[in-house]
Nanobody, 116 residues
Framework: QVQLVESGGGSVQAGGSLRLSCAASGSIFRINDMGWYRQAPGKQRELVASITRGGTTKYVDSVKGRFAISSDNAKNTVYLEMNSLKPEDTAVYYC??????????WGQGTQVTVSS
């Protein structure tokens, strides 16, 4: 059974930094893509950052230059380094993995709160 466990969320003031981690346990058939979504109250879930098996990264425009996604395949862990945080970054952040068959796997979510 696959389990994704996130950590690193919390509360910071605007301009601060947080580092999210997402560790996977269990066997996932050929991970093709992994990353982070977020969902703020009253808003749709949006893709924040992703990284492919080959290391190609993508970011939503609002976080470019501030967030960085990386992965450690040996540890089955993906990270999201978040700098220069803004109040509008406040959301629940969910990590995911997607395998070669297109099946998604989700973490339970971790709250990030940025105060002005």
């Amino acid at each position: 059974q696959v389990q994704l466990v996130e950590s690193g969320g919390g509360s910071v003031q605007a301009g601060g930094s947080l580092r999210l981690s997402c560790a996977a346990s269990g066997s996932i058939f050929r991970i093709n893509d992994m990353g982070w979504y977020r969902q703020a109250p009253g808003k749709q879930r949006e893709l924040v950052a992703s990284i492919t098996r080959g290391g190609t990264t993508k970011y939503v425009d609002s976080v470019k230059g501030r967030f960085a996604i990386s992965s450690d395949n040996a540890k089955n862990t993906v990270y999201l380094e978040m700098n220069s945080l803004k109040p509008e970054d406040t959301a629940v952040y969910y990590c995911y993995r997607q395998d070669a068959l297109g099946r998604p796997y989700w973490g339970q979510g971790t709250q990030v709160t940025v105060s002005s």
